[in-house]
């Protein structure tokens, strides 16, 4: 079984950053990084560690809601974020092979600046730029509109927004630019394509003005897990983000995504599903207990499970209920934001009746799994979804930065490679080819 899977869809290793002040939830800790949101060189460091380590990719999460009330922030460095393809754009020139993918949404934007923004960073970075397409789990009043945008229409402009994006990045063919002085012909027209899109919501004419993108196109993620963004996902996504805490669940949705990727001529070899793990890892289980304790000593619980509560659309705040009292939740109202997130943690709650203290014990404050234990422990799981099918790789999200990263690379990498999920080095500069997904186009199916 492994060693198919291996040669169909190689192990993934990605790493998630949000682009503000800190990785990790618990931030008070004394080692931990709290000025990343004004110092480049925090984010420069960490990536030249997991570029040594060989991670495949960074992902860089993003997004742009309005703070009604900014006393909700008190405690949690959320505010101060670096505009994602800034900073991607500095990671490119001090960054030599590991991939950078970077959010933004396609209801906050209109298709020629984000065409234009990610192939110029596939060109600065010479063919590592990935796009991650959401459609915002929020942020209508920051763009002229009175509520966030409604979860159906968001999903349908996606289509047509990504399907915009992509014929610009192919309105002009690298080849086309001749610049040959002794003739004075710069451009050889035949070779430029207006895309003179018009749609049902968007008119686009082309050709972008750009450097052509280094890879053909650059890699496309996605991360919306309700209906429509599973369709959005079977149609265009190629590394697909999730957050998953239980492997059959993980199966179920691959396999759901994948059965609806078929209809669109696609299939396992197109796309890398990557669920969000964060690690808490030590040399000996003993010490990875009492690393967790520390780390949930620096947490702030409130906090947390506000965030939770919020995040997950639960209709109620979590630290309201007392800490070690299995929770009842009522009635929830569906969400218009982050629907997938909503059914993970209310099935999850309604699945295992946890009390809010195995709510900080089992999920970040975003809803991904926490998983404490050795090196060889944190394989074993990581190998076990890999190989049943859950997953083909994971985005780690570390709980803290720098330690959390250096322990990771230190510790988890070298028995990732022992096992031989991961490989020594680069096989190539493209991301598309280290992550072995090709590209859809005739020639490379
Ligand atoms: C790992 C992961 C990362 C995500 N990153 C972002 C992000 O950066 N910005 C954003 O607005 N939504 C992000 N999302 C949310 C989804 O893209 C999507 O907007 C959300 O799931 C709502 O869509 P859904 O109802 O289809 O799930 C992320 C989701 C996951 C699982």
Redesign the pocket.
């Known amino acids: 079984m492994s060693a198919g899977r291996r040669q169909t869809v190689p192990f993934a290793l990605g790493a998630?950053f949000t682009g503000s002040a800190t990785n990790g939830d618990a931030w008070r800790a004394p080692e931990e990084d709290i000025d990343a949101d004004v110092e480049f060189e925090r984010y420069r460091s960490y990536v030249a560690s997991l570029e040594r380590a060989g991670f495949h990719a960074i992902f860089l999460?993003?997004?742009v809601l309005p703070i009604a009330d900014p006393t909700t922030l008190v405690r949690t460095p959320a505010l101060a974020r670096w505009d994602t393809f800034t900073l991607l754009a500095a990671l490119a020139v001090t960054t030599t092979h590991i991939g950078l993918i970077g959010?933004a949404?396609t209801t906050f934007n209109e298709p020629y600046n984000i065409a234009r923004k990610v192939a110029s960073l596939d060109r600065l970075s010479r063919g590592r730029a990935g796009w991650?397409v959401?459609?915002?789990?929020g942020g209508g009043e920051n763009f002229n509109l009175a509520a966030h945008m409604d979860?159906g229409a968001r999903?349908e402009r996606a289509h047509e927004f990504v399907d915009v994006v992509k014929g610009l990045w192919d309105s002009v063919d690298p080849l086309a630019f001749i610049r040959d002085k002794s003739s004075g012909v710069w451009l050889d027209p035949g070779k430029v394509h207006p895309l003179n899109h018009v749609g049902r919501f968007y008119q686009v004419a082309g050709p972008l003005n750009a450097p052509p993108p280094v890879q053909r196109p650059p890699v496309l993620a996605?991360?919306?897990?309700?209906g429509?963004?599973k369709d959005l996902a079977a149609r265009i996504g190629e590394v697909i983000?999730?957050?998953a805490c239980d492997p059959d669940e993980a199966r179920a949705y691959r396999l759901d995504v994948l059965d609806r990727a078929g209809r669109h001529g696609r299939d396992e070899r197109h796309m890398r599903f990557l669920p969000?793990l964060a690690p808490i890892v030590a040399s000996t289980e003993s010490e990875a207990r009492a690393k967790f304790e520390r780390y949930l000593s620096y947490l702030d619980h409130d906090e947390t499970l506000q965030a939770i509560s919020s995040y997950s659309s639960l209709s109620q705040d979590l630290s309201l209920w007392p800490r070690h009292t299995p929770i009842t939740l009522g009635a929830v109202a569906e969400t218009n934001?982050?629907?997938?997130?909503q059914s993970l943690i209310v099935d999850w709650i309604e699945r295992y009746r946890p009390t809010p203290d195995d709510i900080l014990r089992t999920f970040t404050r975003g809803g991904?799994r926490l998983v404490v234990g050795t090196p060889s422990a944190i394989v074993d799981d990581m190998q076990g979804w890999y190989e049943s099918g859950a997953c083909d790789g994971f985005?780690i999200m570390f709980t803290s930065s720098p330690v959390g990263i250096d322990d990771f690379t230190r510790l988890v990498v070298p028995e990732l490679r022992r096992r031989g999920l991961l490989q020594d080095g680069y096989g190539s500069r493209i991301l598309r080819e280290n992550l072995r997904i090709p590209s859809g186009r005739a020639n490379d199916r």
């Open positions: 998630y999460y993003d997004n959010t949404s991650n959401v459609t915002a789990t979860h999903y996605q991360a919306g897990a309700s429509p963004g983000y999730t957050a969000g934001s982050h629907k997938s997130r991904h985005n």
